[in-house]
Structure formats: structure tokens, C-alpha cells
């Protein structure tokens, strides 16, 4: 009785599938057939998204907001000695201050929750496409190295909609 790991042809069974892992097929670093199913994974969550955008704008335009409010307080009503107009600059720069902590933490929870709703959709997809592969899928492939392969993307994803998206 003989037993086989795998097909001895080259690139195939357990040998192989070491000596290619992690290289891709044709060398490209970007590629947008790859950003496509990636954005169809974002498409259930665009409204939140969209606000998500939004948030990020109102921010970005509260923040070059208080410089211009400071240069106001400066050259209108320091160097002139009204209190009276300094004081409501000063009101003006603590609500948008308030203002640029909301649009923040709104931003931050919907990308956030977006990410987490986008990984959870993705592993489950990637789980059941695992479960149906043939058994001859695993007879020529290492099971250690799809695993890893699969948590490692999966993570690396994780990274980039949690952190990667907020940055921006």
C-alpha cells in the first residue's frame, strides 16, 4: 500500500507550495482587480462611509479653521483692545474645538465599525470557500501555509481598514 502527499510535479504538492510561497505571479505591487473586490466589500457600509467622508471634511475644515480665528483675535481685537470681540473669538475657537473632537470621534467609530463589519463578512466568505475546496486542493498544498497565508492577509486587511482608513 502506497501513500501520497501530493503530485511530484513541479510547484506542486508540499515541496512546491514552500518553495513558491509568497511569491506573486507577475511581480505587480497594485493591482485593480484586487481594489475592485475590495471596494464590493465596502458597498453594504457606503452610507456610512459617505458619513464617515463627511466627517473627515467637517474636521479637516474645523482644524484650518482655528488658525484663521486666532489671526482674527490677533489683528482685530488684541492689538485694538476689545475684549468684548476677543472674547467671542475665544468662543468661536472652543466650539470648533468641540466641533473637530466630534467629527473625530464619529469619523473613527464608523471606519472602525465599517472595518470590523467588512473583516467579519470576509472571513466568513474565506471560511466557506476554504470548506469547499476539493480534497485534492489539500492533498497538494500545505494546510499550514494556506492558514497562514489566510490569517496573515486577513490581518494585514484588518490593519488597513482599522488604522490605514483613519489616517487618511
Do not use: C
Amino acid at each position: 500500500m502506497s501513500f501520497s502527499i501530493g503530485s511530484t510535479s513541479p510547484g506542486m504538492g508540499p515541496r512546491g507550495a514552500i518553495r513558491n510561497f509568497g511569491q506573486e505571479k507577475d511581480g505587480r505591487f497594485f493591482d485593480w482587480f484586487v481594489v475592485r473586490r475590495m471596494l464590493a466589500f465596502l458597498r453594504p457600509y457606503r452610507l456610512r462611509m459617505g458619513l464617515a467622508i463627511l466627517m473627515m471634511l467637517a474636521a479637516t475644515g474645523l482644524t484650518l479653521l482655528t488658525p484663521y480665528l486666532i489671526k482674527v483675535a490677533i489683528d482685530r481685537h488684541i492689538t485694538q483692545g476689545d475684549v468684548p470681540g476677543l472674547t467671542r473669538v475665544v468662543v468661536w475657537t472652543g466650539t470648533a474645538f468641540v466641533g473637530l473632537f466630534a467629527a473625530t470621534a464619529v469619523q473613527r467609530y464608523l471606519l472602525s465599525w465599517v472595518g470590523q463589519r467588512v473583516l467579519a463578512n470576509m472571513r466568513q466568505q474565506l471560511f466557506a470557500h476554504l470548506q469547499a475546496l476539493p480534497l485534492g486542493y489539500h492533498d497538494t498544498h500545505i494546510v499550514g501555509v494556506t492558514v497562514s497565508r489566510v490569517i496573515n492577509d486577513v490581518a494585514v486587511i484588518n490593519e488597513l481598514l482599522s488604522q490605514g482608513l483613519i489616517t487618511l
